[in-house]
Every structure is written in structure tokens, then in C-alpha cells.
């Protein structure tokens, strides 16, 4: 192996990464503590031989017997007291003060007298066990070698009283350990509320008693779609899914998540997305039609119920039976993606509206969901709802869930109603998080971990009043695309320890590079557990300009120490070398791999970069129509960086998206050149309605003023969602290239997206 040679690199600046300050590192404890003080010097733990806990308490005993495992004592002796406990010496103590407004409060303090942890509640001492637990089996500078333990005091609260993480089982079903596991990996990072999202249209994953075929028509799909609903044609596997839980197997999971302090939510979903209930019951929907449990993802014409009483009879015994079977304070009805256009055809609908004086489909709705809270509060339950229970009127204590944006949230917290934030753009663990074109199949979208993590669930227009309406903020982990528990892990580790952060840390004390090196003590304790998270925080993304001396090309590394290491064949030879920039010229072929390695050698994946030097590189382009900002960064030199668009996905940011527009633009080669040939990169996916072109017209001009005739090229039509013509320019010499392309135009009948105007994307322009 030989070092990159410096030349292929030409360093234009060279930005120096901030050095590593020299100070003491911080305990990587997630989330990060309010205060820490580390007092010097280390407590011997083996000293310890006894556990003092309040008497009459069952979860301090608990508690202490897992500090005890955890420190590898003996069996020590138990020592129950009454009134006002401090430690003797040598002790794991455990005691209860009195701080009514922070019930999650704890301190945990390591003294000659071994450890003392005091509490509001005996949440608190699980809180301090869940960071002794990281303190100890986390780091190797503040190890638990030979047993000792840093003295220190460490106090601590979260800044939210609700800290939740999802997880929808009925797209994809996780067995009863597995969602253990879940829970478990939730208390570590101090969450205390699973919104379990039980049913939807794919499958119904709950035993009711009432209603057995609920689970044994509704929890099985006869197929499920491969790849995605976009997809043209769409493709089905032929396997029969299935999988629910009985209620023992709940009342199991329930006491579970009660020993690490969740609660759980259970979601039942309605009005909406209820395709795999009126599979069971077709009789609750408008038109009584059979239905199938979906195959398919999406949002369904046939999963709504009636709102006749008959349908609400039926979901309010299930809800009966739902209410008795969970302990929590809270029931979450959906309410979410209602298409209502069953309703507007149905005289039971229609008649109901007339009688209750209703005007709209949308108080339709807000009667059935205010009809379901009633039942709920007579069970001593409050509802919560997606954000479109705001429609038509809130029901009167309902909780809710705002999931397309903060707005909803806002308009709540204004209305007096509490709200759980999880907008989409940073809570949606299904995202994509990096834009590398390797990732595996996602639902779409972009939320970065940096995202998730400046998320401030307090949005910055609530007036102050209103802000002890936000309880907190949630990870959503919806599981179209999310088939295994690997993909579990994967999607949801480590965006789910940073949402732990925005719920716990005040933002104040919130600082994303302190977070990336407390996470990376982390990483090899998920390794060690076989739990395959992502490193996708580490990948390096890049960004290009044009310069008068080339493609600038600029790295952007993640905000921790760590450096870039690059590798290239050059001469038919291996080579690699760590860069000292990153920013650099590019101006002759090289085709190379970087990843970004932080100090402890982790990696995240690499960038793949093939820069083919052609005519127009590095050169300038004028747009004569503005593409859509959804898929355009403001700059169009990328569309001739000398970097091909990624054959396999229209996101990210070399391919460029016209919405029902064509692609007009004029390259300037900067001198007149003799020209061969223009090579240019289209996408076709039907199904996202992005439609290749049937034809474009280039043409040439040594002014930029006196155009030639345009040469036109016909686009044959292919099934290929990607094609890329080359189109002869025969003796064509000039500096100036118009390239114009007509978009398809309105899409056919019978088409995905019929009627509406196609989308042109458009990558890299090659001129040789
Ligand atoms: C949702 O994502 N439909 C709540
Ligand atoms: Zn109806």
C-alpha cells in the first residue's frame, strides 16, 4: 500500500479541525445529567456489605439487588429502615426526599460511605441505577476497574415528564421478547412511555374477547407488498403474515414495562386506518362490502367504520376490554389519515350529521372521536389522538399527538390541551438518516441523528403560558419498510438515544459534539449485544462547486474529533492516506473511497466518489426555469460536478427535479472547443409520477448570442428507471450549449399521478 499522492489532492484551504481541548473528559453518561461534580479520588466498592433501604419497599430491595449484580457483590445483608435514612458507612443506601414537583428527581452520590442514592420516587432510584449502570460498564477511563468507582455527586431530573418511543407492530409483527428487549434498551436511556401502535389496516395484533376474529381474520394478510407503493407495476410476495399477542401475553409485557417504569400506551386505531377490523366485522363499515386486510401500504378508502351506533356500540366494547387491560392513565384512539369520502356516500353518515347538527365530514369525525372519550373518562382514561383530532372541534381532555409538524401541537397547547410533540421531520425513526445511497430501503424522507437530536419539543412561537402544555417529545417507528428486528435496532439506535436527550437534558445543557462522544462509548455495548445500529452519524456527506480552477469538492465531516481516511487505486495501485483538508480541486480523473474515522476507530460508511473530468466540470450553468426546492439546493453546477446522479435513487443532491416544468439551461464552456458528444442523465419512476423525457434539442453557439440549428433527439421509451442517452454533437465546435427538454407534460389517464403534471429529474450533463 503506498500514500495518496498529495497532487491528486490539491489542497485549497485547509480548514483545521479544532483541537482536542485539553480536559478531563466527561462521564458518558446519556442522557447527560444536569450536574455533575466529580469530588477526585475513587470508592472502593468491594467495602460495601450492606443494602439500607426504606421499609415497606419493595422496589428499593429490587433496585438495590440490581446495583448489587451490577458491582458484582456478594449477597449483601438487607437493612430495612423507618423515617429519615442516611448511609452508614460502607453501604448501597437507598432513601426518598421530598421534592413534589420533580417526581423523577434522583442524586446519586459515591462518598467514603459507598453509595447513596436519594429519590422523589422510586422512579429516581431506577434513573440513578440506569446511570451507575452506564458509569460502570461504559467507559474505559472511569472504569469500574478493581472495583472502584469515581467519588462524585451527580444530581439529576428530566426537563419533560413524558418521554416516549413508538413502535407499530401491525405492519410488521415483533414477537413478546423482542418487544421486552425494546423496553429494556427504553429504561437505559431513562424513557417512561411505549406507545404500542397495535392495530392499523395490515393486521390486528390484540386479543379481544369480545370479537375473536379480530386476531383470527384481522391479524393475517394473505400477501404484503415488496419495495414500495410507488413502485410500477407494484410487485406482492405470496406469504401469508401474521402474529398478535394474547392478554396474558400483554398483562406480561405490561408488568415488564412496569418494573423499568414505562407505562404503555395502546394504540387502537380509528376511525381510520381500520382495514384489518372491518376485514373481521365488514358490517361497522358504511357500505358492509368484504374487505381484505391491506397487502399494501398507505392510506385506504376501505379502512374506515361507520359513524352509525352500531360502529361506535362496537369500538367502544373493544376500548371496554382495552381500558381494563392497561393499567396507564392514557389511551391513544389514532384519528390520523381519515379519508371521508365513504362517509359523504353513506345515508347512516349522512343521517347522523342531520341529526347532530353537524355541518362537515370533519365534525363527523370530531363527534365519533368525542363519542369515544366518553367511554374512555367513564374508565377513568384520557384520550390522546394524532393531530387531526383537532378537526372539527377537540374532544374536551384530549391529549395530542402532533405528527406533521409542531402546528398542531401549537394550536392545542393554545387551546389549554396538553401536547406530546413527534413531528415528522426530526422524531420519524422510519426516515432515512444519511444520504448515502447505500442505506437500506427507508419510507422516504431525511432526519439526520443531529436532527433528531436540535429538536426543542417548546416551539419558539408558544408564548411561555403555554408551554407546560408540551408533556414532551416521542420517537415514531413506523415498520412498512422495517421487517426484522435488526431493522428495528438499525432505524431506531442511536436517533432514539437522542430524542432521550431533548426529553431529559435541559437545552441549555444540550451540545450535539459533547453528545457524539458520549455516544461512541455506547457503540461497542450495543456491538457486544449483536445489535446492529447505525454509525450513519459518522458518514460524510460532501457538497462541489464550480471554480476557475475546477469542481471545488468540500467534505463535511461530523462535528467530532476524528479524521477522514481516503482510498484510491492510482497506477493500478492500492492507496490510502488520512487527509490533513478537506476541500480540494478536482481536475483529473480519480474514482476514490473516504469514511470518517473517529479517535476509537470507528467508522461510519464509505463515500463512493467517481469524478469523470468532461468539458463542462467545474464549469457554469444557467437554469432559465427554477426547479422545485424539494430537489434543489440553490446551486446548479452540481448538475456538471463531474459526479453521476445514483442510479438507484432520486433523493439526494446530485439529481435536480422539475415539478411539471421543462429543463432549460445554457452551459458556458468558458472557450470555444470542438464538441463530440453530450451525455445526460434522466430518471423514470412512474409510480413517484418522475417521467423520462420523449424528447430534447441541443444546440450550440460560439457567442452565446447566434445559436446554431438545434439538434433534436427522440428518448425511446424503456421500463429502466434510469437512462442516460448519449447524443452525438457531429461537428459541432462552440463555448456556449443550450440544452432544452421538454418535459412529459400532464400524465395519462390510468397512470400514477394522471392528471397532474409529471416531474422531470435530471442529473449530471456530460459534454465531451
Ligand atoms: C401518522 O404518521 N400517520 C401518525
Ligand atoms: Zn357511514
Redesign the pocket.
Known amino acids: 500500500m503506498k500514500y495518496l499522492h498529495v497532487s491528486y489532492f490539491v489542497l485549497i484551504c485547509n480548514l483545521l479541525s479544532v483541537c482536542a481541548q485539553n480536559q478531563m473528559k466527561e462521564f458518558p453518561i446519556i442522557p447527560r445529567p444536569k450536574s455533575v461534580q466529580v469530588v477526585g479520588g475513587n470508592y472502593e466498592t468491594h467495602q460495601i456489605n450492606v443494602l439500607v433501604v426504606p421499609a415497606k419497599s419493595e422496589e428499593a430491595i429490587r433496585i438495590g439487588k440490581a446495583i448489587e449484580t451490577l458491582l458484582q457483590l456478594p449477597d449483601l445483608k438487607v437493612v430495612k429502615m423507618s423515617g429519615s435514612i442516611f448511609p452508614k458507612s460502607k453501604s448501597i443506601t437507598l432513601s426518598l426526599v421530598h421534592h413534589p414537583d420533580q417526581p423523577d428527581y434522583y442524586k446519586l452520590n459515591i462518598t467514603k460511605n459507598g453509595i447513596w442514592i436519594q429519590a422523589s420516587k422510586p422512579n429516581g432510584w431506577f434513573y440513578a441505577l440506569q446511570t451507575l449502570s452506564q458509569m460502570v460498564e461504559l467507559s474505559d477511563q472511569f472504569s469500574f476497574k478493581n472495583k472502584m468507582l469515581p467519588y462524585c455527586i451527580i444530581e439529576d431530573e428530566p426537563a419533560f415528564a413524558y418521554r416516549g418511543l413508538h413502535l407499530d407492530v401491525s405492519r410488521h409483527f415483533f414477537p413478546v421478547a423482542f418487544v421486552k428487549n425494546y423496553i429494556d434498551l427504553m429504561s437505559r436511556f431513562k424513557y417512561n412511555t411505549f406507545h404500542w401502535h397495535l392495530t392499523d389496516d395490515q393486521g390486528w395484533r390484540i386479543e379481544i374477547k369480545k370479537f375473536p376474529k379480530l386476531t383470527s381474520v384481522g391479524s393475517i394478510r394473505k400477501s404484503t407488498i415488496i419495495g414500495k407503493p410507488s413502485d410500477f407495476p407494484q410487485k406482492f410476495d405470496s406469504t401469508i403474515y401474521k402474529g398478535y399477542y394474547t392478554q396474558e401475553e400483554i398483562k406480561d409485557i405490561i408488568r415488564y414495562a412496569s418494573e423499568r417504569f414505562i407505562e404503555i400506551i395502546p394504540e387502537i386505531e380509528m376511525p381510520g ?1 381500520s382495514t384489518a377490523a372491518l376485514a373481521a366485522y365488514p358490517e361497522f363499515s358504511c357500505n358492509g362490502k368484504p374487505v381484505d386486510v391491506s397487502n399494501n401500504w398507505g ?1 385506504f378508502n376501505t379502512g374506515q367504520f361507520c359513524t352509525k351506533d352500531t360502529s361506535i356500540w362496537f369500538v367502544k366494547e373493544i376500548l371496554n376490554e382495552v381500558c381494563d387491560l392497561f393499567p396507564g392513565k392514557y389511551i391513544h384512539i ?1 384519528g ?2 381519515c379519508p371521508k369520502e365513504n362517509w359523504k356516500a353513506c345515508e347512516n353518515c349522512q343521517a347522523i350529521k342531520r341529526r347532530n347538527n353537524l355541518k362537515t365530514e370533519e365534525d363527523l369525525q370530531s363527534y365519533f372521536i368525542k363519542q369515544v372519550e366518553r367511554v374512555l373518562a367513564k374508565k377513568g382514561k384520557t384520550l390522546i389522538g ?1 393531530d387531526e383530532i383537532l378537526e372539527g372541534g377537540l374532544a374536551p381532555n384530549a391529549v395530542v ?1 402532533s ?2 409538524g409542531t402546528e398542531g401541537g401549537i394550536a392545542a397547547a393554545k387551546l389549554k390541551h396538553p401536547v406530546i410533540m ?1 413531528p ?1 421531520t426530526h422524531c ?1 425513526f422510519d426516515h432515512y438518516q444519511s444520504l448515502n445511497p447505500n442505506e437500506p430501503l427507508a419510507i422516504g424522507g431525511y432526519t439526520p441523528l443531529s436532527k433528531t437530536y436540535a429538536f426543542n419539543p417548546i416551539p419558539s412561537e408558544l408564548k411561555t403560558e403555554a408551554h407546560k402544555y408540551i408533556l414532551g417529545a416521542q420517537g ?1 417507528v ?1 415498520t412498512e419498510y422495517i421487517t426484522d428486528e435488526n431493522k428495528v435496532w438499525y432505524m431506531t439506535y442511536p436517533r432514539a438515544i437522542a430524542l432521550a436527550e431533548v426529553n431529559w437534558t435541559d437545552a441549555a445543557n444540550k451540545n450535539y459534539t459533547s453528545f457524539l462522544s458520549r455516544l461512541q462509548y455506547h457503540i461497542p455495548w450495543f456491538k457486544n449485544k449483536n445489535m446492529n445500529i447505525t454509525q450513519g452519524m459518522l458518514d460524510i456527506d460532501y457538497s462541489t462547486h464550480s471554480s476557475k480552477e475546477g469542481v471545488v469538492l468540500l467534505l463535511n465531516k461530523p462535528p467530532v474529533e476524528g479524521k477522514i481516511l481516503v482510498e484510491s487505486t492510482i497506477d493500478g495501485e492500492l492507496v490510502s492516506e488520512y487527509l490533513k483538508q478537506d476541500s480540494f480541486i478536482l481536475n483529473k480523473e480519480i474514482s476514490f473511497k473516504a469514511w470518517y474515522q473517529m479517535e476509537n476507530g470507528s467508522l461510519g460508511k464509505p463515500l463512493n466518489l467517481i469524478y469523470h473530468n468532461h468539458l463542462a466540470a467545474g464549469k457554469s450553468i444557467e437554469l432559465k426555469e427554477t426547479p422545485s426546492p424539494r430537489y434543489f439546493k440553490g446551486d446548479a453546477t452540481v448538475l456538471i460536478n463531474g459526479i453521476e446522479a445514483p442510479a438507484q435513487k432520486f433523493g439526494g443532491p446530485e439529481w435536480v427535479g422539475m415539478e411539471g416544468k421543462d429543463f432549460n439551461a445554457i452551459i458556458d464552456l468558458g472557450k470555444s472547443d470542438s464538441l463530440k458528444s453530450l451525455k445526460i442523465q434522466f430518471y423514470h419512476s412512474p409510480g413517484s409520477w418522475i417521467y423520462r423525457p420523449n424528447e430534447l434539442e441541443i444546440s450550440i453557439s460560439t457567442d452565446g448570442t447566434n445559436y446554431g440549428s438545434p439538434i433534436k433527439y427522440q428518448i425511446s421509451e424503456t421500463e429502466t428507471q434510469y437512462i442516460q442517452p448519449n447524443i452525438p454533437l457531429p461537428d459541432a465546435i462552440g463555448r456556449y450549449v443550450k440544452i432544452y427538454v421538454k418535459n412529459h407534460g400532464i400524465i395519462e389517464e390510468k397512470l400514477p399521478g394522471a392528471g397532474k403534471g409529471a416531474w422531470l429529474f435530471v442529473g449530471e450533463i456530460e459534454i465531451n
Open positions: 386506518h392510506v389514532g390520523d389519515e394524532w399527538m405528527w406533521r413527534c415528522g420519524y415514531n413506523w
